[in-house]
């Protein structure tokens, strides 16, 4: 009996003991982080789009900071979703990361029948840029500013067409905020990207655009297209003579696409915090906000906390536009 009651009371020891050794290894494990190369995942193609040219800029830095080296691996496919995808299901050690993008994290849930849930599936580390949006015309329209620009829709409602590079977009979104927000009617005429979408605004086939400074600088400042506002809460410094949609009467208006960085799910919290330092001293690097600035983007950092709070309530922001505009879950 005795010998019986001591293996017992050994073996009851030795389990009591198991989740302080899992708790030691996790800490051990975030304390030598990182050990390895780490993936960060573009979910669009090589040089396709500013978040793959910002995301790479990103990873050779961090790759200064963090002592290991940064890989980018692009996995496109379905609008950014299949890259984010398969991030939300990697495992959760630190050693696989997502660009975290707008449109696939805050458009994707109304847009698309996903296969993971952003905010479940995915632990927010930092946002780091945002990319101001314009609201464009063709120089042809005779509108000057935003409320002449809805003056002259309400005196011919449908028979303005306005352009965005694809159904779903961030551009297409734009324009639909801004008809619900000024209760005109204008008519969606989609391009395939932006390289299709601009030309036409020039050229005066469709007169009203709305898409990221990125894609526009060049144009606005040699005077092919009238810029009529921008579509931040503040002037940008990348444009400040430029006044804001907000500050012309549709107050609170705002569209930006911005881009972080994510972990799976269930990363631990310490990795999770080393990565935001990292990128904290990335972005205060003088040539990185040189750089982004060249791209058309604003250092716009956030810490965790702060951008899962901002990632739930841009969800909620465009589930009702897209409900609103009357576009269905593909």
């Known amino acids: 009996m005795k010998t019986g009651l001591f293996t017992l009371l050994r073996r009851c020891f030795f389990f009591?003991?198991?989740?302080?050794?899992f708790c030691l290894g996790g800490s051990a494990a975030a304390a030598d982080y990182p050990s390895r190369p780490i993936r960060l995942v573009v979910p669009y193609p090589p040089?396709?789009?500013?978040?793959?040219?910002?995301?790479?800029?990103?990873?050779?830095?961090?790759?200064?900071?963090?002592?290991?080296?940064?890989?980018?691996?692009?996995?496109?496919?379905?609008s950014g979703t299949?890259?984010?995808?398969?991030?939300?299901?990697?495992?959760?050690?630190?050693?696989?990361?997502?660009?975290a993008i707008q449109s696939p994290l805050a458009l994707g849930p109304s847009m698309y029948k996903l296969g993971f849930d952003p905010v479940?599936?995915?632990?927010?580390?930092?946002?780091?840029?945002?990319?101001?949006?314009?609201?464009?015309?063709?120089?042809s329209l005779p509108a000057r500013n935003i409320q002449e620009l809805i003056a002259l829709a309400r005196s011919k409602p449908g028979q303005l067409n306005f352009a965005s590079s694809g159904v779903g977009g961030t551009p297409h979104m734009c324009s639909e905020l801004f008809k619900r927000a000024s209760g005109i009617d204008i008519v969606h005429i989609p391009y395939k990207g932006a390289g299709e979408a601009v030309p036409a605004?020039?050229?005066?086939?469709?007169?009203?655009?709305?898409?990221?400074?990125?894609?526009?600088?060049?144009q606005i400042k040699s005077g092919k297209v009238r810029a009529l506002g921008i579509a931040t809460l503040k002037r940008t410094a990348l444009m400040p003579e430029l006044p804001t949609?907000?500050?012309?009467?549709?107050?609170?208006?705002?569209?930006?696409?911005?881009?972080?960085v994510a972990a799976p799910a269930k990363t631990p919290p310490a990795i999770i915090r080393s990565l935001y330092e990292a990128v904290v001293k990335v972005v205060n690097m003088p040539d990185?906000?040189?750089?982004?600035?060249?791209?058309g983007a604003e250092v716009a950092l956030m810490d965790p906390a702060a951008f899962g709070a901002y990632i739930r309530a841009?969800?909620?922001?465009?589930?009702k536009v897209i409900k609103a505009a009357g576009i269905k879950p593909e």
């Open 16 to 21: 009591c003991l198991l989740p302080s050794a």
């Open 82 to 99: 299949m890259g984010s995808e398969l991030v939300a299901k990697a495992q959760p050690d630190g050693y696989t990361l997502l660009a």
């Open 120 to 139: 479940k599936d995915l632990a927010p580390v930092a946002r780091y840029a945002a990319i101001p949006y314009a609201l464009v015309v063709t120089n």
């Open 288 to 295: 990185m906000q040189q750089y982004m600035a060249s791209q």
């Open 314 to 319: 841009d969800i909620a922001k465009w589930e």
């Open 47 to 78: 040089g396709a789009s500013t978040n793959d040219i910002l995301g790479r800029a990103l990873a050779t830095r961090l790759t200064i900071v963090l002592g290991q080296q940064v890989v980018v691996d692009n996995r496109p496919g379905a």
């Open 201 to 218: 605004v020039i050229g005066g086939q469709v007169p009203i655009f709305c898409t990221g400074l990125t894609a526009l600088t060049n």
């Open 245 to 260: 949609i907000a500050e012309q009467g549709l107050h609170g208006f705002e569209v930006v696409s911005w881009t972080g």
